[in-house]
């Protein structure tokens, strides 16, 4: 499908001082006349811009191969219009995963530049962008180079958006981006880095918990390394430091979140039916149950997991473990190993957060750690996913008090996905409930201080999404940023971005002056969407 977009650049009346972006068309029935106050230092056109669909976040589009367009507010403007409240929900928007590619440049540098443009005009207040360790210490411990994401933080600095930068310590499938080079060469050597299930099979897109403190790269800690890695960051973006960058999210496992990777082996059966597995047999994390097991005068249960836990593709309630009444995981050995596994989560994460914490401590910016919403069979009394994950919560048991209790031990706000999930959409089948989960640790986070920052699930995932976040945007208690994932061909496409453009014009839309009904600050932006969008200034 085939989207076009013509928009003729008028010089406005010199009088107001300012020139204005009209009458933009779209295809598709998709139709609007777009304003906006706009500074131009130069306009060339025909430049193609393509962003290859083998991408899982590309999408191509043309647009003008220099323009520059600065959005200014005219005193008018600003004169007529009450501004955002400061108390208002912030919106993010995440860029693709690969907007750097693994030789340190901006992939599809022009079109991001775009992309970025039409969010300003659009009225976003902020850009969050993933930095992969992968990327900057690609191939020697210490070697670091910026260059890409120096180069992006600048265009969004120009852009006058504000930045929230999501350092990476994990490997990603789709699109590929690896761990370091010089990590996976260890890695062959020493398998045992990696998680491994009772299978035998490794987990390679991240590092074991039991090995944060071990000194299992090159004679260093992760938790050295990670800080080094941070020092070098810090060191580099410090002009952008509390201005431009405002947050920093430290990845904590698994598509940077804190869990366990209990779901890595895909299941055969429909994704809502298999609970995940226990990540606990890889060289490390069995000498720690062992050693918790001889501390607690059980050195028998310390010889591996739950014998009697289902497997990736079973219902969760088909073996003895997670069974509702008699199940395993309400006896005294239940305890033992649930308190142990999610014991090694939190010390995990406390670790790092601690260096983020003690590192930028000097500059005004906030620090965040992302938890997932395990939210699959949230129903049943023994909570399998979650407790497969890392949390022990349980019908009778609060398995995120520890864990918010632990942010605020190190002044961290937390990320949470998911916020556009609702209950009415979820398959009967798994017994899940985003929203009870998502109330049930909202809760904790307000009794210890703890700031939400939302995400949602992905782009056009959720039915009814955007009604969704909106109505959980409208409670400051709830929330105090939100960040959509993630820019490209879904984002842009005809199907996504109008309704998209609609949520950012209902989320905290400012309160006008009846002078300035005709022509909305939301609807005066830069029109940008579908895999091949075609600018033309005149």
């Known amino acids: 499908m085939e989207v076009s977009v013509i928009g003729q650049v008028n010089l406005g009346r010199s009088d107001v001082g300012c020139r204005e972006i009209g009458n933009c068309s779209f295809t598709k029935n998709l139709n609007s006349k777009i304003s906006s106050s706009v500074k131009i230092s130069k306009v060339c056109v025909g430049q193609n811009i393509k962003w290859p669909l083998k991408s899982?976040?590309?999408?191509?589009?043309?647009?003008?191969?220099?323009?520059?367009?600065?959005?200014?507010?005219?005193?008018?403007?600003?004169s007529n219009r009450k501004s955002k409240p400061n108390d208002g929900v912030k919106l993010f928007v995440g860029l693709p995963l690969d907007a750097v590619s693994s030789a340190n440049t901006v992939n599809h540098a022009r079109a991001i530049a775009a992309g970025l443009k039409?969010?300003?005009?659009?009225?976003?207040?902020?850009?969050?962008?993933?930095?992969?360790?992968?990327?900057?210490?690609?191939?020697?411990?210490?070697?670091?180079d910026w260059t890409g994401y120096l180069a992006l933080t600048e265009m969004i600095q120009k852009l006058g958006l504000n930045l929230h930068v999501s350092l990476c310590f994990h490997a990603s499938e789709e699109p590929k981006i690896p761990l370091p080079e010089w990590v996976s060469r260890i890695g062959e050597s020493d398998p045992s880095i990696f998680f491994k299930d009772r299978s035998g099979q490794l987990y390679k897109d991240c590092l074991s918990f039991a090995v944060t403190d071990a000194p299992v790269l090159d004679g260093k800690t992760?938790?050295?390394?990670?800080?080094?890695?941070?020092?070098?960051?810090k060191d580099a973006f410090s002009p952008f430091m509390g201005s431009t960058i405002t947050g920093i999210s430290f990845g904590l496992g698994p598509e940077g979140e804190l869990r366990y990777p209990s779901h890595h082996n895909p299941s055969k059966m429909n994704n809502h039916q298999g609970a995940g597995e226990f990540q606990c047999y890889d060289e490390y994390m069995l000498s720690s149950l062992k050693q918790y097991a001889e501390n607690s005068g059980n050195p028998l249960w310390g010889l591996g997991g739950p014998h009697d836990a289902p497997g990736y593709d079973q219902p969760p309630m088909s073996s003895n473990f997670f069974k509702e009444h008699g199940g395993s995981w309400g006896?005294?050995?239940?305890?033992?190993?649930?308190?142990?596994y999610s014991g090694q989560l939190i010390s995990h994460g406390s670790k790092l957060l601690s260096l983020a914490s003690e590192t930028f401590n000097d500059v005004p910016i906030s620090i965040c750690g992302k938890i997932p919403l395990v939210h699959s069979w949230y129903r049943t009394q023994s909570h399998p996913s979650e407790l497969t994950a890392g949390f022990y919560n349980t019908v009778n048991r609060d398995g995120y008090e520890a864990v918010i209790e632990m942010l605020a031990k190190h002044s961290c706000q937390i990320i949470l996905p998911g916020m556009d999930l609702s209950d009415q959409h979820q398959p009967n089948e798994s017994l899940s409930s985003p929203e009870l989960l998502l109330a049930q640790i909202a809760a904790s986070c307000r009794k210890h201080g703890v700031e939400i920052l939302g995400q949602n699930s992905m782009?056009?995932?959720?039915?009814?999404?955007f009604e969704q976040i909106k109505n959980l945007s409208g409670e400051k208690e709830?929330?105090?940023?939100?960040?959509?994932?993630?820019?490209?061909?879904d984002f842009f496409s005809p199907e996504h971005f109008p309704s998209f453009t609609q949520f950012v014009r209902n989320l905290n839309q400012p309160e006008?002056?009846?002078?300035?009904?005709?022509?909305?600050q939301e609807e005066r932006a830069e029109s940008l969407t579908g895999n091949n969008l075609q600018k033309q200034t005149a």
Not at 222 to 231: H, N, T
Not at 331 to 340: A, K, R, V
Request: charged content about 20%; overall charge negative.
């Open 56 to 78: 899982l976040n590309g999408f191509s589009l043309k647009a003008s191969a220099c323009s520059q367009l600065e959005p200014v507010i005219s005193e008018e403007d600003s």
């Open 118 to 144: 039409a969010l300003k005009l659009l009225g976003v207040d902020g850009i969050e962008l993933p930095v992969w360790w992968g990327v900057v210490e690609k191939e020697a411990r210490g070697k670091y």
């Open 222 to 233: 992760p938790v050295q390394v990670y800080r080094e890695f941070c020092e070098s960051f």
């Open 331 to 340: 006896t005294t050995y239940g305890d033992f190993f649930l308190s142990w």
């Open 459 to 465: 782009v056009a995932n959720a039915s009814n999404g």
């Open 478 to 489: 709830v929330m105090s940023l939100f960040t959509y994932q993630r820019m490209g061909a």
């Open 512 to 520: 006008l002056d009846s002078d300035d009904q005709p022509m909305k």
